[in-house]
């Protein structure tokens, strides 16, 4: 009875602490999404290829945008012409550069300030890696002739000619709607990204408290003393959970005993590559871009996550 308690407890935890980065971030994306259409620091991308990789990256860090609906932006962005070099890098990095994941970050590990550095760094890395991957790609050549039709909650997505379009609730897009109906639109987004993201903060939570309550601790010991058990665990544990980037971070502080470096390592491949995400990539890119998606970032974050174990974190 005291390990339900113990449980219960933790579990709740988690989540109290989570929920109110995971509310931010639902609330700034749904005004984004509202009030700012997704290509506009985009539309004036550089020529030169460190350019439109930098303007991803740049972009990444002003519009916060959770991982469970990036695929569909960076898809509407390519059918826009924007250049891949500067869209696929949005794409893998934005869900974990923007100030809410970061703040999210710093308040789950008490202001160390490094583990944010190298979460950043273990995320930038492999979205600059994919764009130079794509060389001079057309944004046609990226994805497959016949992307799917990717819709969150809420949305019914309609074509335009070559374009896509996104309609929702209340839609605050130009579409003459008024600043009622945007207001509308904003709480719509809100409510349904929270809803939509806040079961796999519980799940991810209940997981996390179930380790920590009922695995017998010499098995979490063997974890948590060897470095490339403790990265490879919290990988799979990433990929399998889909825990949004606002909140994946409460997860990862729970896990006590385990390096520096299997943590940041959950933080980083988690938002890349999970099992939200994987299904995602192979329906709106072509095959080989699709493969990229999943194995780059993985082996990227495995191979620094290798470098921190050497260092000791």
């Given at each position: 009875?005291q390990?339900?308690?113990?449980?219960?407890?933790a579990?709740t935890?988690?989540?109290?602490?989570?929920?109110?980065?995971?509310?931010?971030?639902?609330?700034i994306?749904?005004?984004?999404e509202?009030?700012?259409?997704?290509?506009?620091l985009?539309?004036?991308v550089?020529?030169?290829?460190a350019?439109?990789?930098?303007?991803?990256?740049?972009?990444g860090?002003l519009?916060?945008?959770?991982?469970c609906?990036?695929?569909?932006?960076a898809?509407?962005?390519?059918?826009?012409?924007?250049?891949?070099?500067?869209?696929i890098p949005?794409?893998?990095a934005?869900?974990?550069?923007?100030?809410?994941?970061?703040?999210s970050?710093?308040f789950?590990?008490?202001?160390?300030?490094s583990?944010?550095i190298?979460?950043?760094?273990?995320?930038?890395a492999?979205?600059?890696?994919?764009?130079l991957?794509?060389?001079?790609?057309?944004p046609?050549?990226?994805?497959?002739?016949?992307?799917?039709?990717l819709?969150r909650?809420?949305?019914q997505?309609?074509?335009?000619?070559m374009y896509?379009?996104v309609?929702n609730?209340?839609?605050?897009?130009?579409?003459?709607?008024?600043?009622?109906?945007?207001?509308?639109?904003?709480?719509f987004?809100?409510?349904?990204?929270?809803?939509?993201?806040?079961?796999?903060?519980i799940?991810?939570a209940?997981v996390?408290?179930?380790f920590?309550?009922f695995l017998?601790?010499?098995?979490?010991?063997?974890?948590s003393?060897?470095g490339?058990?403790?990265?490879?665990?919290l990988?799979?544990?990433?990929?399998?959970?889909?825990?949004?980037?606002?909140?994946?971070?409460?997860v990862?502080?729970?896990?006590?005993?385990?390096?520096?470096?299997?943590?940041v390592?959950?933080?980083?491949?988690?938002?890349?590559?999970?099992?939200k995400?994987?299904?995602?990539?192979?329906?709106?890119?072509?095959?080989r871009?699709?493969?990229?998606?999943?194995?780059?970032?993985?082996?990227?974050?495995?191979?620094?996550?290798f470098?921190?174990?050497?260092?000791?974190?």
């Amino acid at each position: 009875m005291q390990d339900i308690s113990i449980f219960a407890m933790a579990a709740t935890s988690i989540f109290i602490e989570a929920a109110p980065f995971l509310l931010l971030g639902s609330l700034i994306g749904a005004v984004i999404e509202v009030l700012v259409p997704g290509e506009i620091l985009l539309r004036f991308v550089p020529s030169n290829p460190a350019g439109q990789i930098a303007a991803g990256l740049f972009a990444g860090m002003l519009l916060p945008t959770c991982e469970c609906g990036i695929v569909p932006v960076a898809k509407r962005l390519l059918l826009k012409n924007v250049p891949p070099r500067a869209a696929i890098p949005y794409m893998m990095a934005a869900p974990v550069i923007n100030p809410v994941v970061i703040g999210s970050t710093l308040f789950a590990f008490q202001g160390d300030v490094s583990v944010v550095i190298l979460r950043v760094l273990m995320v930038i890395a492999p979205a600059m890696a994919l764009g130079l991957f794509l060389g001079d790609a057309s944004p046609r050549e990226v994805l497959k002739p016949q992307p799917a039709e990717l819709k969150r909650f809420g949305e019914q997505e309609e074509k335009h000619g070559m374009y896509d379009h996104v309609h929702n609730y209340g839609c605050g897009c130009v579409c003459g709607a008024n600043d009622e109906n945007k207001f509308k639109a904003m709480l719509f987004h809100t409510g349904a990204e929270f809803i939509s993201m806040g079961r796999f903060l519980i799940f991810g939570a209940i997981v996390a408290a179930g380790f920590k309550t009922f695995l017998p601790p010499e098995i979490l010991d063997v974890f948590s003393a060897n470095g490339w058990l403790a990265v490879t665990g919290l990988m799979l544990l990433a990929i399998l959970l889909s825990i949004c980037s606002e909140a994946d971070a409460f997860v990862a502080a729970s896990f006590v005993s385990f390096p520096i470096a299997a943590k940041v390592a959950f933080m980083a491949v988690g938002p890349m590559v999970d099992l939200k995400l994987i299904p995602m990539f192979f329906a709106v890119f072509n095959k080989r871009v699709a493969i990229a998606l999943v194995v780059v970032p993985i082996v990227s974050v495995y191979a620094m996550s290798f470098i921190l174990t050497l260092g000791g974190l």
